[in-house]
């Protein structure tokens, strides 16, 4: 149990929820504006509305195009401003919970029609999460257990969206979906010119489904690792994402913005600010060698999100913070 | 919180911890959603959202089995049939929905009207269509590789 609450609550930076919730409630426009615009389009064929069991359960009005416009123009300001206002961390909790409920809402919508997403599962957490934490602004240099928390909870969902799918794939496709085609039907419905030239290699996308598979169940680690390690294992998923844009046009952006900025030490990218707020001189290379340190010299928990050395005593080392610690 | 009850004190260096009760009610909540989630994955399927299966892509195709692709023909004003994009900018709805309710269009093809409705609405410039089908598109793999194709009707219907 000590150790269930160490690896919930060992204390995050404040200003890495700040940045986090500037980049998710920013994520909002793009997503209804540009990435997906099913919402308006969805209003020019409601009959094919086939509700999701929460949506019934929740006896949600049947979508009409207006509820549509509605809910999609009142979220956009609304994130808008939420953005707008998170560097201040001011009004966080009443926007950012009106916004999860508006968002979850328009994804029941937007999923009632025949397909799901698989990609929104932890970016529905992170904005169910961020406004629990209290007084996250871009240049506190406070760290909080209620932002650790919140932290951990998406990243638990961001590695249970690759962990649970291997066993989704077990379960629908059995143990030979290793060895099926699956991956040359992707290609074929919908491949990019890259992705067809695999086509002629049939093996490349043969071995592929081989590591997909691999990585699904071995991502739980990415949870316990540090350091440099942690950023590996980021740059390879974030890699796996890009390779699977390059060649099937699916992107999961909403995942990948929570794999970045649940895993990395967003708060580095303010620390000039927050040095600047704090008097202090410290160097602000943005995640540079000597962007360890916090505002006012106090270690910053970075990666491994426990602080190595007691708040407010600098650390002996420039990488102290750095070293895996088992 | 209210919002007026939103710190405004200037930023601070320090550890903001929680009460017992916040923790444990914190620690409650992920372990409702984990477990509802691995029940979903075990036993529920997409419309249990957001506690479903991540089954993207977790179906088998076989290496010489087929690959199917819903396709959406329409009949233009002169009576020809054309391939048009099964997409949601043309017809409200894309080609995985509609794949995701097969079984609803086939028993009820006038759903198929619904499609040339939306194409009405969100297509006013382009000719009226009088009528569409889905069809079936099945790509015949050998060895993984495409060696031809066959297509079947799913629903139709006419204006």
Redesign the interface.
Known sequence: MAALNRWFFGPVPLARVAVFRIAAYLFIPLDLLVLRPLGSQHASATALYKPLIVAELLHLPRPTPWLIVAVTWTLIPLALAAAALAPSGRWQRVLGTAIFLLYFEQLLISFSFGKVDHDRIAYVVALAVLPTVAGARWRSSGSAESAAWALRCVQLAVVATYFLSAFAKLRFGGVEWVNSATLVRAVMRRGTGVGRLLLDYPWTLHWAQWGIMLMELVSPVVLFLRGRWRYAAVGVLTAFHLMVFATITIMFWPHVLCLLFAFLPTERLVRNGAADAAGSAAPALVGGQDAHRGAAGEPMPVVGDEPVHPVGQPPEGRDAQEQPQG | ???SA???D?????????SAR??GL??VA?GI??AL??VG??WGD?????F????????????N?N?H?MTLQARMPDGSWREAPLD??I????R??????IP?FQADPA?VG??V??HD??RPAEPRWTGARLVMRY?K?R????VGTEEKVVAQWLR
Not at chain 2, 46 to 50: G, H, L, Q
Not at chain 2, 52 to 63: L, V
Not at chain 2, 91 to 94: I, P
């Open positions: 919180m209210p919002p939103e710190p405004t200037p930023p601070v260096a320090g550890r903001a911890s929680l916040a923790r914190r620690l992920a959603c984990v989630l691995c994955t075990f997409d419309d249990a959202f957001p479903g299966p991540f089954r993207m892509y977790s179906t088998s195709t076989p290496p089995g690959i692709v949601a900018p017809v409200g709805v894309n995985a929905e509609v794949e995701g309710q609803r759903l619904k499609l409705e939306a609405r969100l790509l793999l060895d993984r590789r495409f």
